[in-house]
């Protein structure tokens, strides 16, 4: 963990993703802007595992001022730059909704800050508050601003693991016939490499979206992200 300072006209990438000036103060005043660099690591983790489009930063670092005057508390994570709250887009720019967030963040094994928002407005939907804070705080921010409402997501929203489709358990497969990864996403459109019966795919994500009657999983061959069409026989 470490809080970074950037200046207040920083335009510089923080990451493949996510840039300073993303996380900047809202209050408009020229003042630094810290950032937590392990909040930026686990906001492309999330992007990634949610295989989102986009991940759109509503509030990130706030001075004290602009902390008091939007109603947090003295001790908001987001004064220190450990927190944003957000919302997530998916591949076809609609929002993915904020309790998805919520279980994917709890998939990747975070057990610090995420707030959960059910908000019935097109303005709040989607919107979560993610936080690297050194404490486990899961709550629901529709109800209240500062007290957890769970040690779990699942039990909270009444799901059982496995039928969350964010729960999708990192493994390896191996090809039992050759089959075409796709290159920039899922489905048939997109541009192709054939792969041989026998080949490895790492890290394996199920279900990442649906398109041309299958089922697509990502995973990594050499190191490069691929998007492969799912039938349980094509795989071992």
Same mark, same amino acid.
């Given at each position: ?43 492309? =983790? &999330?992007?990634?595992? /949610?295989?989102?489009?986009?991940? @759109?930063?509503?509030? #990130?670092? $706030? %001075? ?35 309790? =998805? &967030?919520?279980?994917? /963040?709890?998939?990747?094994?975070? @057990?610090?800050?995420? #707030?959960? $928002? %059910? ?118």
């Amino acid at each position: 963990m470490a809080i970074n300072s950037y200046k207040y006209n920083d335009t510089s990438r923080l990451s493949a993703h996510f840039k300073v000036s993303e996380f900047k103060c809202k209050c408009g005043k020229a003042h630094d802007i810290l950032i937590d660099s392990d909040l930026v690591h686990l906001l492309e =983790k &999330v992007r990634s595992k /949610l295989n989102a489009s986009a991940c @759109n930063i509503y509030s #990130g670092h $706030r %001075c004290v001022n602009h902390n008091k005057s939007v109603g947090s508390g003295s001790t908001s994570p987001h004064i220190n730059g450990y927190a944003v709250d957000c919302y997530f887009l998916d591949q076809n720019r609609k929002r993915i909704p904020s309790s =998805k &967030v919520c279980l994917a /963040l709890e998939d990747l094994g975070h @057990n610090k800050g995420i #707030g959960y $928002r %059910c908000g019935g407005s097109e303005n709040s939907k989607g919107l979560i508050h993610i936080d690297t804070k050194p404490r486990k705080w899961y709550g629901d921010e529709s109800k209240s601003m500062s007290k957890s409402c769970c040690t779990s997501f699942y039990s909270y929203f009444g799901i059982r693991k496995e039928q969350s489709s964010t729960n999708t358990s990192e493994k390896d497969l191996t090809l039992t016939t050759n089959v075409y990864g796709r290159v920039g996403g899922y489905g048939f459109s997109k541009s192709k490499i054939l792969y041989k019966k026998g080949t490895v795919i790492k890290n394996i994500t199920m279900n990442v979206g649906k398109a041309n009657n299958f089922e697509w999983l990502k995973g990594y061959v050499n190191n490069q992200t691929r998007y492969f069409p799912y039938m349980k026989n094509w795989y071992n």
